[in-house]
């Protein structure tokens, strides 16, 4: 395999915390992890997300989620593993963030849902060992006409809307950026992955 240029995304990052990548995948793995979502939609094997207040789930989150496996037998699933090992492996290399693994899962937002802001990273418990969040949009044909942005609340007080395009990666720092996923009129498929860094208790 080719060396990967990372180097746009490892830039924009260092400069304002966070990084827009597009065609981060080649189409046919984007299409192939979408058709893979929908199928474990159709077979019951995603779940409605958490959020700790489950009363109030659906005016804070509405998608459907399934983790990711490192033995999933699925090519398009390795793929973009072995893509974002080599991600983090630059990011450890030229910004020595020390991250030691990545979580991930698919999700689908059905029409209308949305997820409320909300911080990647807390002070305590296992979400503060998150330190870069990476989104993959998965969404073939996606149209802005049809909503969905993933809104970011920059530093300055300023809004940053990001349409899920097919292919298109955001990456950004877990504790730095306040954000929500808006409404859409058509279902919206992600990969959302963060790297973390090792939890020192267990050294």
């Known amino acids: ?15 304002q915390g966070y990084a827009i990548s597009d065609h981060f995948l080649p189409t046919s ?5 979408k058709k893979h979502a ?14 700790g207040l489950q009363a109030n789930h659906n005016a804070i989150r509405g998608d459907h989620i399934m983790w990711l496996r490192d033995d999933d037998p699925s090519l398009c699933v390795q793929t973009y593993l072995q893509k974002m090992r080599a991600l983090q492996q630059a990011l450890n290399q030229q910004l020595f963030f020390n991250l030691h693994e990545l ?6 937002y059905p029409i209308g849902t949305r997820y409320a802001k909300h911080l990647d990273q807390f002070s305590q418990g296992r979400n503060a060992l998150r330190q870069i969040s990476c989104v993959l949009y998965l969404n073939t044909d996606w149209q802005e006409a ?9 530093p300055e007080g300023n809004q940053l809307d990001i349409f899920p395009m097919g ?3 955001v990456a950004f720092m877990s ?11 058509h279902p919206r498929v ?9 939890d020192s208790r267990l050294i």
């Not at 395999?1 to 400069?15: L, N, V």
């Not at 049809?146 to 920059?154: A, S, T």
């Open 146 to 154: 049809f909503g969905g942005q993933l809104r970011m609340y920059l």
């Open 38 to 51: 929908e199928k474990l939609l159709q077979g019951g094997h995603m779940k409605l997300a958490g959020t």
């Open 190 to 198: 992600s990969l959302t992955g963060w790297f973390r860094q090792r």
């Open 175 to 185: 504790s730095e950026f306040i954000h929500e996923v808006l409404p859409a009129s």
């Open 1 to 15: 395999m080719h060396t990967q240029d990372f180097s746009p995304i490892i830039q924009a990052i260092t400069k």
């Open 103 to 108: 979580e991930a899962h698919l999700a689908i």
């Open 29 to 33: 793995t984007i299409e192939a992890l």
């Open 167 to 169: 292919g298109r990666l």
